[in-house]
């Protein structure tokens, strides 16, 4: 079973930065794919970011150019690099963890990212 933490959450202004760190129970070399994502008030949960095993990424369009996720295999962390953030940023980060063999996903607790003047 993996476990999954995120940290770094917070308040910011816009027009600031945050880096998220999701720590992970599990070797994330091992894993199929890890990603980022967020709800805001009264939205769906949606796909923001995410980092193959092999090392490919993909962005929503909305955090393109802004948000960067990366990853250190040997400490079982992946990050997201969020700058230039918008009031429309403002949700719960979750960070994700799929594995293929059996099929499942599993997820943090969520941590709490509010971008207000």
């Known amino acids: 079973q993996v476990q999954l933490v995120e940290s770094g959450g917070g308040l910011v202004q816009p027009g600031g930065s945050l880096r998220l760190s999701c720590a992970a129970s599990?070797?994330?070399?091992?894993?199929?794919?890890m990603g980022w994502y967020r709800q805001a008030a009264g939205k769906q949960r949606e796909l923001i970011a995410l980092?193959?095993?092999?090392?490919?990424?993909n962005y929503a369009d909305s955090v393109k150019g802004r948000f960067t996720i990366s990853r250190d295999n040997a400490k079982n962390t992946v990050y997201l690099q969020m700058n230039s953030l918008k009031p429309e940023d403002t949700a719960v980060y979750y960070c994700?963890?799929?594995?293929?063999?059996?099929?499942?996903?599993?997820w943090g607790q969520g941590t709490q990212v509010t971008v207000s003047s």
């Open positions: 980092i193959t095993k092999g090392g490919s990424t």
């Open positions: 599990a070797r994330i070399f091992n894993l199929n794919r």
């Open positions: 994700n963890a799929n594995i293929m063999l059996p099929p499942h996903d599993y």
